[in-house]
Every structure is written in structure tokens, then in C-alpha cells.
């Protein structure tokens, strides 16, 4: 398993932006594929953006054009850019990586859009 701690979420106004990051406490992090997925309240978890190993990317529809994924083999980092941000992104974000040992998710991070 993976340790995995997200940073960087906070209240914004709607319109406004956010970086994520989520710090892997492996050796191996390039042979992850991560993810960001968020919980609203009442709402199932849901993927937000991913991005493999290899670098492609996938976003919801929701986020395409706004949100940005990214990785940092170096630091071991992968992040989450948020821009034109709205109330109905408001969640908690979990960062989640994919590996041979299977699934690891971060404690989560609130992300709180004020309209």
C-alpha cells in the first residue's frame, strides 16, 4: 500500500482556482496510475481526472477545459490544477493510485466554492 496525502484544498469564490497535491510515499511512483475523484455530500465518489504512467490523461466531462492533472516523477507528486472554479465543485478530493498491490486513496482534501 501506498501512503498518499493531499494538500491544498481551501474556500474559494466561484470563479477562482486551486492547486491539489498529493504526496505518495513510494519508491516506485512512476509505475502508479493516479487519480483525483471527489464526494459531495449525499453523492457517490466520483473519478475527476487520471493520469497514467505513461501521461495520458481523462477527465469528467464536467471538469474538461478547467481542470488540469499532472505528475512530478521526481517528487513524487501528482496534482490537480482548478480553474473557473463553481459551487457544484465543492467535495471532498481524494487522490487514488492504481498498482500491481492494488488501490491506495488519500485522506481527502475539502475543496468549499462559495457562489
Known amino acids: 500500500q501506498v501512503q498518499l496525502v493531499e494538500s491544498g484544498g481551501g474556500l474559494v469564490q466561484a470563479g477562482g482556482s486551486l492547486r491539489l497535491s498529493c504526496a505518495a510515499s513510494?519508491?516506485?511512483?512512476?509505475?502508479?496510475?493516479m487519480g483525483w475523484y471527489r464526494q459531495a455530500p449525499g453523492k457517490q465518489r466520483e473519478m475527476v481526472a487520471s493520469?497514467?504512467?505513461?501521461?495520458?490523461?481523462d477527465y469528467a466531462d464536467s471538469v474538461k477545459g478547467r481542470f488540469t492533472v499532472s505528475r512530478d516523477n521526481a517528487k513524487n507528486t501528482v496534482y490537480l490544477q482548478m480553474n473557473s472554479l463553481k459551487s457544484e465543485d465543492t467535495a471532498v478530493y481524494y487522490c487514488?493510485?492504481?498498482?500491481?498491490?492494488?488501490?491506495?486513496w488519500g485522506q481527502g482534501t475539502q475543496v468549499t466554492v462559495s457562489s
Open positions: 493520469i497514467t504512467r505513461g501521461g495520458s490523461t
Open positions: 487514488n493510485a492504481k498498482g500491481a498491490a492494488g488501490n491506495s
Open positions: 513510494t519508491s516506485i511512483f512512476s509505475m502508479y496510475d
